[in-house]
């Protein structure tokens, strides 16, 4: 069974407007971390937020926000007033356990697209 | 700037032949990791280190191998080369083996294969 599942392979939105990608995860863990990267077509991999699962709050970053819904086990990101930049895969991941070996299991990402 | 840097950026070279990718972590970060971005399998862990040590091995090919220096930059030797490791390869370094700390990426080296 996959991990991270992101529903949407591609996204468009309107320049300013909000936008919500969907993650959903699966782990058995209760320890564990879920984290959003953008990934922009010069390929560099830039960390945007992060949720740990005894985090009591949503995460916000800015312009994300990570709406952390524990019992439906998912982790979407907002992203408010959008901008032409923002254009680029979107990627989930999630990291299971605090113990050793630390890895990220990343979804299969999310193109979104912003329409000027 | 993450403050990983990697290098070559880009790679080309032909199938059985080996090539070496290398990575610096951030400043005072002691653990490494690669990944491998590939338009089939997506994005894959490799494996890990922390302070010389491996950690963590992941869907990792024989052919292919890694090892962290005394001064915590690594390598990621990838020897007989198939037209199917032609790939982005990432490293990406956070302070410590485990825990909440975030994983930066570097900007990776893109391999082909031909």
């Known amino acids: 069974a996959q991990k991270i599942t992101q529903t949407q392979p591609g996204m468009f939105v309107q320049e300013k407007e909000a936008v919500t990608l969907d993650c959903t995860y699966d782990t058995s863990d209760q320890s564990y971390g879920l984290f959003w990267y953008k990934q922009p077509s010069s390929g560099e991999m830039i960390f945007l937020i992060y949720?740990?699962?005894?985090?009591?709050q949503n995460a916000t970053e800015g312009r994300y926000s990570l709406n952390f819904q524990k019992a439906r086990k998912s982790a979407n990101l907002v992203i408010s007033a959008s901008q032409l930049g923002d254009s680029a895969m979107y990627f989930c991941a999630m990291r299971e356990g605090f113990d050793a070996g630390n890895m990220l299991t990343f979804g299969g990402g999310t193109r979104l697209m912003v329409k000027p | 700037d993450s403050g990983v840097t990697q290098t070559p950026k880009h790679l080309i070279t032909a199938t059985g032949q080996r090539v070496t990718l290398r990575c610096s972590p951030r400043?005072?970060?002691?653990?490494v990791y690669w990944y491998q971005q590939s338009l089939d399998q997506g994005l894959q862990f490799l494996i890990q280190y922390y302070n010389g040590e491996e950690r963590a091995k992941g869907n990792i090919l024989e052919r292919f191998s890694a090892q962290q220096f005394p001064d915590l930059h690594s390598e990621l030797n990838l020897s007989s080369l198939e037209l199917g490791d032609s790939a982005l390869y990432f490293c990406a370094s956070s302070s410590s083996a485990g825990g909440k700390e975030t994983q930066y990426f570097g900007p990776g080296t893109r391999l082909l294969v031909l």
């Open positions: 949720q740990g699962s005894y985090d009591e």
């Open positions: 400043s005072g970060d002691l653990s």
